[in-house]
């Protein structure tokens, strides 16, 4: 549907680095929070961070000290720094948008670790 724009997937040796980054296009309303979770084959989805309008930010413990979100800035867009990255990591990554009206997924990009 367009209404999210991921992007900055790919494949990094155990320990690299990574940024992904999730934008909202122009057709999202009042946005509450912007997050991004990840899944992998046999696995549920699960939040790995998010930041509400407010910058306040939550993350699964085990990403907490090796990844960073941003505060949502005036274009609407998000980064998720992802530092010493380990093949548990791997997984599709899915950005989500809550806004007033809806709440938007996008369509995913791969992060692969490898040992």
């Known amino acids: 549907q367009g209404q999210v724009l991921e992007s900055g997937g790919g494949l990094v040796q155990d320990g690299g680095s990574l940024r992904l980054s999730c934008a909202a296009s122009e057709s999202v309303y009042g946005i509450y929070t912007m997050g991004w979770y990840r899944q992998s084959p046999g696995n549920e989805r699960e939040l790995v961070a998010e930041v509400d309008s407010n910058g306040a930010t939550n993350y699964v413990d085990s990403v907490k000290g090796r990844f960073t979100i941003s505060e949502i800035n005036v274009q609407n867009t998000i980064y998720l720094q992802m530092n010493n990255l380990k093949p548990d990591d791997t997984a599709m990554y899915y950005c989500?948008?809550?806004?007033?009206?809806?709440?938007?997924w996008g369509q995913g990009t791969q992060v692969t670790v490898s040992a």
């Open positions: 989500k948008i809550k806004g007033v009206l809806d709440e938007y």
